[in-house]
């Protein structure tokens, strides 16, 4: 766990969580029906480099790309490929930088052309569940009250939140304690402390919890089929007040 003191580190956590929130700006104008999902990564690292930072997922425990893209029923570290996107397709873009020895990590679901209502519902769901989340990481406050933030609000609408991946701290690495699950009692974990750097993660299932890993060893989807949606962002625990999200520009 990284507790961040000197202006250097911050400034460095915050330049890295930058340029993903950029890069991610990038990609989300260039995802419409037709583009694939190798073209995104491409251009998803060019992006990254040409802003002096690194890719922070490239050859992290042999990940073979810069961008995870999660389409429809796939759930988190989609590969990209030749596949093609289409009209009414979800796509998860989730992706990670390091700039100076330290990373940032954020992901968006978005719609590929129209979509349908259901799955836009879906997706706004996911998007306010992680904002609740953001809104529980003060001081004051303990991990769990995060994690039962995005459940509750997830639950209440008929969905189900994913309990085999979960978010993270981020620092000098991509994955730092404490782990931050999608679900909860409040009140529980380490008491939230100012410094903290934490990816906070939901990922959120039409269906069932239920999610399994495909040959590929990397995209995990839904068991039952049904749609996915993710959203991440890098964020700091301030001394008093709501988190600095170091990933929205
Ligand atoms: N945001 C994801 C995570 O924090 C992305 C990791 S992809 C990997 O786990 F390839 F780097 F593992
Ligand atoms: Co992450």
Redesign the pocket.
Known sequence: MIILKTPDEIALMAKASRVVAEALEVLKSATKPGVTTDELDRLAEAEIRSRGALP??KG??N?PKTL?VSVNEQV??GIPSKRVLKDGDIVGL?L?AIVGGFYG?S?VTIAVGRIDEKAATLVRVTEESLSLAIQQARVGNRLSDISHAVQQHVEAAGYSVVTE?V??GIGRQ??EEPQVPNYGKPGQGPRLQPGMVL?I?PMVNMGGSAVRVLDDR?TAVTVDGSLSAHF?HTIAIQPSGPALVLSRL
């Open positions: 922070a997922f992290y425990r990940y995870c988190v570290h989730d990670g990590d992901a991946f978010g993270h991509l994955h990816a993660e990397w991440e």
